[in-house]
């Protein structure tokens, strides 16, 4: 059996996942919280979710690609500005946003108030970076450019230089 055809073969006994409010793994990304909601683990690592709060002013990665996962990123509350390539999007509550391996793509939050979006990896490859992230920044240790490049660099990512 390939591998491909493995991770698409039901899982003897299924485990339903519940995560509440307030549950699941919180990450702290300088203004932005993250609260991962699905790591991948009850997915045959396929999907993986995740709820991200934007503090007013927040700005976002360096544009990026993916080359291995798609992106998703669903607006509940607020405004997000999305940037894709050279083009501007502000994304208002209700607006969903995916993003294909290999299209350069931010984020940020411009407004005075907090945006919150529901965000989708799959597979879930990209999860571990955010942990990463995190470790970097334990410690108040300041996160360089090229601490975060090397973190991306990990989860087949890579900074959008093109369109910086």
Partial sequence: ?????KTSVPQADPVV?????GEGETIVLGTTRMRVLEDGSHTGHRLAIAESVLAPHTEGPPQHRHGRHDEGFYV?????????????????AGTLVMVPPGTPHTF???TDHPAVMLSTFTPDLYVQYFR?????????????PQANIDAMSRY????ATDHA
């Fill in 132 to 144: 990463d992230l995190q470790e970097s920044l334990s410690g108040g240790r300041p996160l360089t």
């Fill in 156 to 159: 087949a990512t890579e900074p």
């Fill in 76 to 92: 509940l509350s607020g405004t997000v500005r999305f940037t894709v390539g050279e083009e501007d999007h502000d994304v208002i």
């Fill in 17 to 21: 996942s519940v995560v509440g409010p």
């Fill in 108 to 110: 940020a939050n411009l």
């Fill in 1 to 5: 059996m390939t591998e491909e055809a």
